[in-house]
């Protein structure tokens, strides 16, 4: 067994860092974020909270932030290098954004199965960022 | 639908999670096969992407670079046998690995509205796109950030007590994906 989470021990279901307020909203995995403008770069310290956050929570959702494809590109380059996927439809001009337009048209492919990303890759990828728009 | 792969680990028995430290996943991208046709173009691509990705081993049971939590490691899409397993063998021992991540204790139903992001850690949670809502329609956008090696816990189960039967096919990088203790 792993040993209790040492994040956890006596922690409040809801904490405020550096103005970022993370709030457990599953048992194992799950937390909402807010205080928080994605439309502008991080701080260091807000950029800190949020990585702590996420691999405390394994899953962070942030919610009604209109943000533009150059902001989540920007806001992933902040947590490292991104990946470009081999086959999935994305971007010509940004080939690291990928774009599910899922409709009449093109109905959805196999995304109905328990995965990580990339399993079959030598390095694996640590974090994945998908955000729905309007 | 996403879920903890550090509750599934923790929720196996005793015995369980010892028995699995140590083995090695074969995943492989053959499950992919069925969303390319049978063009030869599309099977060009196939072999292409086949020779580009070929199976790797991973360990079964892996160690979150960041927090040292244990993870299980293995997933239906990818993960196709259990290496230096017999097939059978290999087969039953997946199969409650797999379920694992379909206990709804270790899960988090995500409601997605115009806006929401989500971001997920890759090497402790797996994802699961649920289909029910097309025809409606469903636009979204991702990115992925590049991860590393990943490193596996050692063997608890004493050793020489299974016979090696089955094993990675020629070529695999036997242990190219992490480093072994």
């Given amino acids: 067994m792993n040993e209790p989470f040492e994040f956890n021990q006596g922690k409040p279901i809801s904490a405020t860092t550096a103005g970022v307020t993370v709030a457990k909203v599953g048992v194992h995995l799950g937390a909402e974020i807010s205080g928080v403008d994605l439309r502008r770069p991080l701080s260091n310290e807000q950029f800190k909270a949020l990585d702590d956050a996420l691999v405390e929570h394994e899953l962070i959702i942030f919610r009604n932030q209109d943000i533009t494809s150059e902001n989540l590109i920007e806001f992933g380059r902040r947590f490292g290098e991104l990946t470009v996927h081999p086959f999935a439809p994305n971007e010509a001009n940004a080939p690291e954004l990928i774009k599910f337009r899922n409709d009449e048209k093109t109905p959805p492919f196999g995304t109905d199965v328990w995965r990580p990303f990339y399993a079959q890759r030598k390095f694996q990828p640590s974090v994945v960022t998908p955000c729905s728009s309007a | ?181």
């Fill in chain 2, 1 to 181: 639908m996403f879920v903890s792969m550090t509750a599934a680990y923790d929720g196996l028995s005793d015995r369980m999670q010892q028995f699995i430290s140590g083995l090695e996943g074969i995943h492989d991208i053959k499950p992919f096969r069925p969303l390319f046709q049978t063009s030869e173009e599309d099977r060009k691509k196939l072999q292409q992407y086949e020779l580009m990705y070929p199976p790797r081993l991973h360990p079964v049971v892996r160690i979150h670079p960041v927090s040292g939590r244990k993870v299980l490691f293995v997933n239906p899409q990818f993960t196709v046998a259990i290496n230096g397993m017999d097939e059978r063998e290999s087969r039953a021992l997946l199969d409650p690995l797999f379920h694992q991540a379909l206990v709804p204790e270790y899960q988090y139903r995500l409601h997605w509205e115009p806006h929401t992001i989500a971001m997920w850690d890759n090497r402790s949670a797996q994802h699961y796109a649920i289909h029910d809502y097309y025809p409606q329609r469903r636009y979204m956008e991702r990115v992925t950030i590049r991860g590393g090696p990943v490193t596996g816990v050692p063997r608890a189960d004493p050793a020489g007590i299974r016979r090696l039967k089955y094993v990675a096919p020629a070529g695999v990088d036997v242990h190219g994906g992490h480093k072994p203790h």
